[in-house]
């Protein structure tokens, strides 16, 4: 990782090690939550799925995008996305229904069909 990771003066390998232990995490909070579903679960895929996707969105980001004077601006923002996302997922999960049961109430959702909307 470099780009947006290198200008904020972190290790790489540091980072890379961190990017791998929250993609471990992720997968198996995703099973947790499929197998015994819970707050706790909940909070952790709250704060682990916005982290990976921030990470692998900075580097298509630092990939891509060539104007140097871009890439901290976009990292600023998307670091402040990430924060929002977390945020709003943890009072989603302490204030509703939480991450799994929305997860489960959108799959259980009942195709309409367009004659049964006359």
Request: net charge negative.
């Amino acid at each position: 990782s470099s780009g947006i990771n290198a200008e904020y003066g972190g290790s790489i390998v540091t980072h890379w090690r961190a990017e791998r232990y929250v993609s471990i995490l992720t997968a198996g909070a995703m099973v947790g939550a499929a197998v015994h579903p819970s707050l706790a679960i909940d909070h952790a895929l709250a704060i682990l799925v916005p982290l990976h996707t921030q990470w692998g969105l900075e580097q298509i980001f630092t990939d891509y995008i060539h104007v140097k004077a871009l890439i901290p601006i976009i990292g600023i923002l998307l670091k402040m996305l990430t924060g929002f996302t977390i945020v709003a997922l943890l009072y989603f999960n302490q204030h509703d229904i939480g991450i799994t049961q929305a997860v489960k109430d959108l799959w259980n959702i009942q195709r309409i069909k367009p004659e049964e909307l006359s």
